[in-house]
C-alpha cells in the first residue's frame, strides 16, 4: 500500500509568512547599520566639540590680548560644533528606537511563521499516523487472512 504524500494545504500562507520574516529581518539589518552609523557620526561629533573647546581654551589662555571679532567667531565655532553633536545625538536617539521598532516587527514575523510551521508539523504527524494506522490494518488483516488458510487447510 502506498502512502500518499502529505500536502499543506496552508503553503502559500506559510510562504508569505516565511518572507515577511525574511523582509523583518532585512529592515532590521538595515536599521542596525544606519545605528551603527549614527553612533560614529555622534562619536565624531563629541570629538569636534572637544576640539572646539580646546581651540577656545588655546585662544583664551595665553593671556594676550583677542579681538572682539576672533572672541565672536570662537564662539560662534564652539555654539555650532555643540549643535552638530546634539543633532548627531538625536539622529543616534532616533535610529536606536527604529532599530527597537524592527526587533519587534521580526518577533511577531517569526511567531507568526514559527505558528504556521507548528501546524504544519502536526497535521503532516496526524498524517503519517493515520497512514500507518491503515497500513497497519492491512497487514493485519493480510495476517489474519494467512492465518485462516492455514486453520482451514
Not at 72 to 79: D, G
Not at 87 to 90: F, H, K, S, V, W
Not at 136 to 147: R, W, Y
Given at each position: 500500500m502506498?502512502?500518499?504524500?502529505?500536502t499543506?494545504r496552508?503553503e502559500?500562507v506559510?510562504?508569505?509568512?516565511e518572507?515577511?520574516e525574511?523582509?523583518?529581518k532585512?529592515?532590521?539589518?538595515?536599521?542596525?547599520?544606519?545605528?551603527?552609523?549614527?553612533?560614529?557620526?555622534?562619536d565624531?561629533?563629541r570629538?569636534?566639540?572637544?576640539a572646539a573647546?580646546?581651540?577656545?581654551?588655546?585662544?583664551?589662555?595665553?593671556?594676550?590680548?583677542i579681538?572682539?571679532?576672533?572672541?565672536?567667531?570662537?564662539?560662534?565655532?564652539?555654539?555650532?560644533?555643540?549643535?552638530?553633536?546634539s543633532?548627531?545625538?538625536?539622529e543616534?536617539?532616533?535610529?536606536?528606537?527604529?532599530?527597537?521598532?524592527?526587533?519587534?516587527?521580526?518577533?511577531?514575523?517569526?511567531?507568526?511563521?514559527?505558528?504556521?510551521?507548528k501546524?504544519k508539523a502536526r497535521?503532516?504527524?496526524?498524517?503519517?499516523?493515520e497512514?500507518a494506522r491503515?497500513?497497519?490494518?492491512?497487514?493485519?488483516?493480510?495476517?489474519?487472512?494467512?492465518?485462516?488458510?492455514?486453520i482451514?487447510?
Open positions: 502506498e502512502t500518499p504524500s502529505f499543506f496552508l502559500r506559510r510562504n508569505l509568512r518572507r515577511a525574511e523582509r523583518a532585512e529592515a532590521l539589518s538595515t536599521e542596525l547599520r544606519n545605528e551603527t552609523a549614527s553612533a560614529m557620526a555622534f565624531q561629533a570629538e569636534a566639540v572637544q573647546c580646546n581651540v577656545g581654551r588655546g585662544a583664551f589662555g595665553t593671556g594676550s590680548m579681538s572682539a571679532h576672533n572672541l565672536v567667531a570662537v564662539q560662534s565655532y564652539l555654539e555650532r560644533t555643540e549643535r552638530l553633536r543633532e548627531a545625538a538625536l543616534l536617539s532616533r535610529a536606536k528606537a527604529e532599530v527597537e521598532v524592527k526587533r519587534q516587527h521580526l518577533a511577531v514575523a517569526a511567531r507568526d511563521r514559527q505558528a504556521i510551521d501546524l497535521q503532516q504527524a496526524e498524517h503519517d499516523a497512514w491503515k497500513s497497519q490494518n492491512t497487514l493485519d488483516e493480510l495476517a489474519l487472512a494467512v492465518h485462516r488458510r492455514g482451514a487447510a
